[in-house]
């Protein structure tokens, strides 16, 4: 059981350019979301989706987009990277409807934009 | 707006202390308080508290929520240094969101 997985779990981007980050779950869950943590600020709640087809932003959203076209996949993408983005980025997601469930987590992607 | 406070920040303690981590939350809607705790890479989940005044065990690890004073502690007894991370609880909101608070690092020196 793969549970959640992204993709690449490293990258280094020079300023402006672009690029996406994947993140698969086999869960069936509908939830799904991308957080960033840095340095004593927790995680920090991107985007996020209650299903396929559907996005919504969270407390940062701005430099970021999001698709979700299939159930399994959330996809986080930066179009003109700064280095504010430099950033550890999970992925989570969680079963819909349960009290009871926690969210699971990627391994997370280290991206340094320079 | 959502706000989870953790204290303290940081903390280092001898192996074989008792310690007490601390969350407060101000979160709409609120359905739950979720501790997570993180090694070296993705956070693992410890416990999930909805109702106020339950304790929650596992092994030394143990949880209780506040509903009426909106906050929750973990306590982890008879440390040991594989304890040492980061320890993150998580107000879980309507529309199935975690608002996390900024963890706090702890650390058990041999």
């Known amino acids: 059981n793969a549970g959640v997985t992204q993709t690449p779990k490293f990258r280094v981007l020079k300023t402006g350019q672009s690029m996406t980050l994947l993140c698969a779950q086999d869960?069936?869950?509908?939830?799904m979301y991308w957080y960033r943590q840095d340095p004593g600020m927790g995680l920090r709640l991107i985007h996020y989706?209650?299903?396929?087809?559907?996005?919504a932003k969270g407390e940062v959203p701005d430099g970021y987009n999001v698709s979700r076209l299939k159930k399994q996949n959330f996809l986080l993408g930066l179009e003109s990277a700064a280095p504010s983005q430099t950033s550890v980025y999970f992925c989570a997601s969680w079963e819909a409807g349960g009290p009871n469930t926690e969210a699971f987590f990627g391994q997370g992607t280290r991206l340094t934009v320079v | 707006e959502d706000k989870v406070v953790q204290s303290p920040l940081s903390l280092v303690v001898h192996e074989g202390d008792t310690v007490t981590l601390n969350c407060s939350y101000e979160?709409?809607?609120?359905?739950?308080l979720l501790w997570y705790k993180q090694e070296k890479k993705a956070p693992t989940f410890l416990f999930m508290l909805?109702?106020?005044?339950i304790e929650k065990k596992s092994g030394r690890l143990s949880s209780i929520l506040d509903k009426k004073e909106l906050f929750s502690i973990l306590n982890i007894t008879a440390t040991q240094t594989g304890d040492s991370a980061v320890y993150l609880c998580a107000g879980h909101k309507g529309a199935q969101k975690l608002v996390f608070g900024q963890g706090t690092r702890l650390t058990i020196n041999p």
């Open positions: 979160v709409t809607n609120f359905r739950s």
């Open positions: 869960m069936n869950h509908e939830y």
């Open positions: 989706s209650v299903g396929e087809g559907t996005t």
């Open positions: 909805t109702s106020s005044g």
